[in-house]
């Protein structure tokens, strides 16, 4: 048994300085993004099952079908790729520069810059995958295009509510100003960006790298 | 269980020496438990109390290391079995090969080379058999719980299940694995003969091999168990690979009021002989 | 395509029944209409009783995590009578004379059904609910780390549930069983909109799950109160974590499945067509990684709820807290690993299968640690039976029973004899309703009073107690033997003979069970009529172990007046023993809780409309709902005013009349716990100071 002696109701000597219980804790904004990482992480396992489905369906899913060596080649991807490393990279900057206080108008002008090439990557996708529908390629043909479509598709989908999200802080940031909540949404944003980089680095390497080189 | 093959009498012994060894570790909760609870009961009981006891080295061990010990054991044997109980693996030299397609609602049987029948599958005594195992439509699970137990049939994709066939016997073998609206009559029948039976059945009179196909195709339930001539070499390799060979597909979830599930609810009450004019619900 | 996507006129639930009148038709008409009847009897109750607005006000908008508990159990409570009902129906049309009264479909649509409703929306939001009321007073903390996040889990399980009964009134269920494995569940083989009820309505009570999952792990790692470090932790708070864990990880391969399934149904992909390149056995894999590691989701709580009761209905410390929280830890771990032995009999090498099949009884070793553990905390303690320590015996003795036949299970070889037999239903039952349920009836019966501030009748609690025990073995112990005979699950009706006495010793078992469901609702009943006489105001009515107990009962919505310092494990237990009687505050200080918002709500609500429309194909309305999700989430983007604040005032007056009532209440002795006499604050007199 402890020795000490039970400080039961005893106020809580806070480790902040101040000493009151929020219902909400004390470092919210700190929370917020610990909450969101662990919600990123069953992001990331359903991008891997995904890619785990890709996979098999790359080995059996041919059917009738396309292979992936007959179907992709590395130039548009490569420019895609490059599009989004960019857009990670200014990201960095816009929210290392908020971090040190830099003006509302240069984290918005980088969140811009961000933004716009990540249209860029998106626009090369559907582009590739208008290429590829015309040419009678589509999800329906094979278990293989299926997961393709799927894979891709759903990482294309989370770009695109990357940059709806974006958007919408520009404008929050326009009415609201730069709050503590504010730039906690940036911050969490940031994160979904860097993990959608990620994600799209072992997209490229297992589809298009692996794909041509087999 | 009554396992007339040895595939089936090695799953019963397993079973019992499994669950025997599993007793020293499980009985002392069984029997400890209501003795604990007479014993230390508030009112009347008789143990001692000691409130702050919460710790024992010596019991700890035992207990991680009493459960560790029974499933390295239980492990032991695991492995053990399953590798030499492993369907995928001969019973014995030279088996029968019997290749196998199940259906909504019936199952083919194809002798390679020899002939093919529907529902119904005949194999000599005390010896040893492969069935090579595909689907057409829904995942199935084919088992013959006598003589060794299920496999899953699946379309597209084949799979293995050997047996050695026990005495001579009429046994039952079905699908386990629900399928749709005639689930329940999703069986075949699996007769155990002679050697010399077995050659004679070999060589019975048959329909063609063309009329089952059609037939096949066609029909939900099957009629009772019919011969026919062997499908040319290599159909079942292709017919695993692309089962619209032998089943054009239709829905296995019917409306209430589909004429199939007239015929099907026809069919039920033939296999239990109930008259055609009782309705389902009078049938209780 | 029409406005109204595939919905037609066969879809309402009587129109079948009135072009071919025949006993199923019959039944499944009636069932929609109780549906029906039901909820226009509950709004009509609601309008006379003038119960829209507190409803409204105190209920449906509120983010106090008590309060979103109990609804959750509401939930529970209500999927449950039509689980239990489907349960009856297909154990009474498996004794009736070949072929029953049911068509095969109608029986497949039951066990669908009432597999999915029983684990997804009975116990799943039984466990949550009861992990929402108690988690966080355990550990010190004033409400769940994201209230807000909190409601929507809710109402998005509520809408889940709400779906799956919809299907009895528009349209027809799932037939595949709740592991819904395709080619059958593909558009070919099952052309209606069954399987899509049960992706969507998964899909929305999975994604609340997920999210309940976070907001609690969360909530454990931030919210434990100063000096409550990790190993000082209550039991069931670590039972939480892990749970919590399972759920975060565990439910995502369910929704990539069931949105392969979707996308396979409705757009053409061939995920899991053989002959187009996919590959069905990929779906139960995908199935089988959620499947199992959610059975340990389920009994995980449980196991955390008997490391109280029994404790404390021993009067003694729990024994072994260090193994206990390894156990549980290893056991979140290893229900990672393995998945296969749910499909021994997919036609894998045997060595894989043997691997797996070690790897599944590794599992035995932590889960025998814990019930010896237990066994060893009553041993030298001195026993009190209430219901809830009843239950907690009756889940010890059965609970091995059950871990025997999924041992045996785990061993391929008598899996290839056992899957898909009725043998594996008893086992699964086996572990089910003496694990996981009487878990939850043991925490409800003794937490009752924090979140109601009256007892549950004994009386009528005990009588249930024995009821589902015997009634468990005789609806069960059958099964497993004719499983062993070789009868397969899912069977709409059997023909051998052999079978029959079995089947009717296993109704009249289902009908004991029945009796026991009826003394809990009989036992809900007497409390609410007496609950003068079963209030425990002082709190504290069992001679309780830990911080939850040192509230008064029933908790105000604030919990805590001061959130205590944690220097040891039992602090209330040490606090008693030193002859404190309430915690006693240095300071008050104004505390921020969450306002009520109906935002939570409203987005579940939409969300499920919109689920609706995407199961009758009716595109548009998916995507106006998936619009009008967006826009309101937007708009409480905006919304900057969460908070409203208790004061210092308020706080001190709340403490007041707590310490008055405690100081008012005579202290009252273990042997009129169950009596009249508690009124909150039992000693053991023998033990006191
Ligand atoms: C938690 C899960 C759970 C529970 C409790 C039960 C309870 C029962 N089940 Fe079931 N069952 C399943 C999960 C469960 N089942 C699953 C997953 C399947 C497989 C489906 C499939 O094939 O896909 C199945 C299948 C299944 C079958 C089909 C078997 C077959 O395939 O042939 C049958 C047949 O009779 C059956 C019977 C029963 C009976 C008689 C009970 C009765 O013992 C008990 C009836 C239940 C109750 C009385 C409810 C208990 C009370 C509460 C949960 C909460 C109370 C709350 C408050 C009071 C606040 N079950
Ligand atoms: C709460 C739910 C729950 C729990 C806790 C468990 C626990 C276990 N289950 Fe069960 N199981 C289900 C719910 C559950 N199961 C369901 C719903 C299904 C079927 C789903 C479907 O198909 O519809 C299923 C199916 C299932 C199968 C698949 C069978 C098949 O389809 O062919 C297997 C096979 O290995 C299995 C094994 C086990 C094992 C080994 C445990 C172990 O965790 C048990 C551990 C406990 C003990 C062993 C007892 C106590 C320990 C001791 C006394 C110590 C000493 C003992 C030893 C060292 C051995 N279960
Ligand atoms: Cu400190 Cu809020
Ligand atoms: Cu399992």
Redesign the pocket.
């Known amino acids: 048994m402890s020795a000490t002696t039970t400080n039961l109701g005893a106020h809580a000597p806070s480790d902040q300085g101040h000493d009151h219980g929020h219902a909400h804790g004390h470092d919210k904004s700190g929370t917020v993004i610990f909450g969101f990482w662990i919600f990123l992480m069953s992001d990331l396992i359903a991008f891997s099952l995904f890619i785990a489905t890709y996979a098999d369906a790359e080995w059996h899913g041919i059917a009738s079908g396309p292979s992936p060596h007959q179907l992709f080649s590395l130039g548009l991807p490569t420019v895609e790729t490059m599009a989004l490393l960019i857009s990670t990279f200014t990201f960095g900057i816009c929210t290392l520069g908020m971090k040190y206080n830099a003006t509302m108008r240069r984290t918005i002008g980088w969140l811009v810059v961000t933004l716009i090439f990540g249209a860029i990557f998106l626009g090369i996708e559907l582009y590739e995958f208008h290429e590829f529908w015309i040419e009678g390629n589509t999800p329906q043909v094979s278990g293989f295009l299926s997961a393709y479509y799927a894979l891709v598709g759903m990482h294309g989908l989370h770009v695109t509510s990357g940059i709806i999200w974006g958007l919408l802080l520009i404008v929050q940031m326009k009415t609201m100003g730069m709050t503590e909540l504010v730039k906690t949404r940036l911050m969490r944003l940031g994160l979904f960006w860097h993990m959608l980089d990620i994600v799209w680095i072992a997209l490229f390497t297992k589809i298009y790298l692996m794909g041509v080189l087999s | 269980m009554s396992p007339l093959g040895p595939i089936a009498a090695a799953e019963k012994s397993h079973m019992i020496v499994f669950f025997l060894w599993?007793l020293p570790?499980?009985l002392p909760?069984l029997i400890g438990l209501p003795w604990i609870l007479i014993k230390y009961r508030r009112k009347g009981g008789t143990g001692a109390y000691h409130p702050e006891w919460s710790h024992s080295t010596l019991a700890e061990a035992v207990i991680w290391g009493g459960?560790s010990v029974?499933?390295v054991i239980?492990g032991v044997l695991v492995w053990m079995n399953t590798i030499s109980e492993d369907p995928y693996k001969h019973t014995g030299a030279n088996p029968i090969k019997v290749q196998v397609v199940g259906s909504e609602w019936k199952w083919m049987f194809i002798y390679p080379g020899k002939m093919a029948s529907v529902n119904k599958v005949v194999l000599p005594e005390n010896t040893p058999v492969e069935f090579d195992i595909t689907a057409t439509g829904a995942m199935q699970s084919f088992w013959i719980p006598r003589l060794a137990g299920q496999i899953y049939a699946m379309p597209g994709m084949q799979t293995k299940m050997n047996m050695t066939t026990g005495e001579l016997a009429q046994l039952e073998g079905f699908n386990s694995q629900f399928n749709g609206a005639a689930f329940p009559l999703d069986k075949f029948e699996v007769d155990v003969v002679t050697k010399a039976q077995y050659d004679a059945f070999l060589q019975e009179p048959r329909k063609p091999w063309a009329d089952l196909l059609t037939q096949f195709k066609k029909v939900a339930t099957w009629d009772g168990p019919q011969i026919f001539d062997a499908p040319p070499k290599g159909w079942w390799d292709k017919a695993s690979m692309n089962p619209d060979l032998a089943n054009e597909g239709g829905a296995a979830i019917l409306p209430d009021a589909a004429p199939e599930q007239k015929k099907i609810d026809d069919a039920i009450r033939n296999e239990l002989h109930i008259s055609q004019n009782q309705s389902q619900g009078d049938a209780q | 395509m029409s406005i109204l996507g595939s919905l037609k006129w066969d879809d309402i639930f009587i129109v079948p029944f009135f072009k071919e009148p025949s006993l199923s038709t019959g039944i499944a008409a009636a069932a929609g209409g109780i549906v029906v009847l039901g909820a226009l009897a509950v709004l009509v109750l609601l309008t006379v009783k003038g119960w829209w607005k507190p409803l409204w006000t105190h209920w449906i908008t509120t983010l106090d995590h008590k309060k979103i508990g109990v609804i959750y159990i509401v939930l529970a409570a209500i999927m449950l009578i039509r689980g239990i009902l489907e349960a009856v129906v297909m154990r009474a049309q498996q004794v009736a004379p070949a072929p029953g009264f049911l068509s095969v479909e109608h029986h497949a649509e039951l066990f669908s059904t009432h597999?999915t409703i029983m684990i997804f929306f009975v116990a799943m939001p039984l466990l949550i609910g009861l992990i929402n009321v108690v988690m966080p007073l355990q550990i010190g903390a004033r409400d769940m780390e994201f209230p807000f996040m909190n409601a929507i889990s809710l109402w998005l399980s509520v809408g889940g549930a709400a779906l799956v009964m919809a299907s009895l009134v528009v349209g027809h269920f799932e037939t595949g069983?709740?592991?819904a494995y395709p080619p059958y569940t593909g558009i070919k083989l099952s052309p209606n909109e069954g399987v899509d009820y049960w992706i969507w309505s998964l899909m929305l009570t999975g994604i609340g799950t997920t999210l309940s999952g976070i907001n609690f792990a969360v909530t454990i790692y931030k919210q434990r109160a100063p000096g409550m470090t990790l190993m000082k932790m209550p039991i069931f708070a670590w039972t939480t974590l892990c749970t919590a864990i399972l759920m975060i990880y565990a439910m995502v391969p369910l929704a990539v499945a069931s949105v392969m399934l979707a996308l396979d149904r409705h757009a053409g992909f061939h995920f899991f067509t053989a002959t187009q390149g996919g590959n069905m056995m990929n779906f139960a894999n995908l199935f089988w990684l959620f499947?199992h590691p959610e059975?340990?989701i389920?009994?995980l709580p449980a196991f955390g709820v008997f490391s109280h009761v029994i404790p404390t209905f021993s009067g003694k410390k729990l024994y072994g807290y260090t193994s206990l929280v390894w156990a549980t830890v290893a056991i979140a771990v290893l229900s990672f690993t393995?998945w296969v032995?749910?499909?021994?009999t997919m036609g894998q090498t045997a060595h894989l299968n043997a691997i797996f099949?070690i790897a599944?009884?590794t599992?035995?070793?932590p889960?025998?640690v814990k019930?010896y553990n237990w066994m060893l905390t009553m041993w030298r303690g001195k026993l009190r039976f209430s219901t809830a320590m009843l239950f907690s015996a009756g889940f010890m003795f059965t609970?091995?029973i059950?871990?025997?036949t999924?041992?045996m299970?785990?061993n391929p070889v008598i899996?290839f004899a056992?899957?898909?037999s009725l043998f594996?239903v008893a086992?699964?039952h086996n572990?089910?309703i003496p694990?996981?349920l009487f878990g939850m009836f043991a925490g409800i019966n003794y937490w009752f009073p924090l979140a109601f501030g009256f007892r549950l009748d004994e009386t009528w609690g005990r009588r249930s107690f024995w009821l589902w025990m015997v009634g468990f073995y005789l609806t069960f112990m059958p099964l497993y033997a004719i499983g062993l005979m070789g009868a397969p699950r899912r069977m709409a009706f059997f023909t051998d003979p052999a079978y029959l006495p079995w089947l009717l010793v296993s109704m009249v078992g289902a009908l004991a069970v029945l009796g026991g469901l009826t003394s809990q609702v009989i036992q809900v009943w007497v409390s609410i009529k007496n609950r003068e006489s079963l209030m425990v105001p002082a709190g504290d009515p069992w001679d309780g172990r830990g911080l939850e107990w040192s509230l008064g009962c029933p908790v105000p919505e604030h919990d805590f007046t001061t959130i205590p310092n944690i220097t040891s494990r039992e602090p209330w237990v040490e606090a008693k023993e030193r002859g404190l009687r309430v915690m006693e505050p240095t300071e008050f200080v104004d505390i921020h809780l969450p306002k009520n918002t109906s935002m939570g709500f409203l987005v579940a609500m939409v969300a499920t409309v919109g689920a609706f429309g995407l199961i009758f194909e009716m595109w548009w309305l998916g995507a106006l709902c998936w619009i009008a999700m967006f826009v309101l989430v937007l708009i409480r983007s905006y919304d900057t005013d969460w908070e409203k604040t208790v004061t210092a005032e308020e706080l001190r007056a709340d403490y007041e009349r707590h310490k008055h009532v405690v100081e008012t209440t005579p202290k009252v002795s273990l042997d009129d716990e169950f009596t009249t006499k508690n009124r909150g604050l039992v000693f053991d007199m023998e033990k006191a100071v």
Do not use: K, P, Q, R
Request: net charge neutral.
């Open positions: 599993m570790v499980c909760i459960s029974a499933v239980l | 597999g069983g709740w592991t499947g059975v340990y389920l009994i393995v032995h749910h499909f021994f099949g599944t009884m599992i035995g070793v889960t025998g019930v609970f091995v059950g871990g025997i999924g041992v299970l785990a899996s056992a899957h898909n594996l086992h699964f572990m089910l694990g996981l």
